[in-house]
């Protein structure tokens, strides 16, 4: 089940857990860049196109130097303008 922002909104306020279907292959790298990543986004872990994302952007390795850094963050900001 894929929860809207309203929903999530109103279960977090009530202190209630939403159930969610981990599925296999859809887990997040523990990695420490992960979560400067995703904020840059507007995103957070358990957002649901979270996994996608990290995805997109390809080898996680390949996003320690400073050009690809350079290369990616304009295009995570574009994703926070618009709200995902």
Avoid: C, F, N
Wanted: aromatic share 4%; net charge positive; glycine share 8%.
């Amino acid at each position: 089940m894929t929860w809207d922002a309203l929903q999530s909104a109103a279960l977090d306020a009530l202190g209630h857990d939403r159930y969610r279907v981990q599925v296999p292959g859809q887990v997040l790298p523990d990695d420490p860049l992960v979560d400067p990543l995703l904020r840059a986004a507007g995103l957070h872990r358990d957002a649901d196109d979270a996994v996608a994302l990290v995805r997109s952007l390809g080898a996680l390795s390949e996003l320690r130097s400073a050009a690809a850094k350079r290369a990616v963050w304009p295009r995570l900001r574009r994703l926070r303008g618009h709200g995902g």
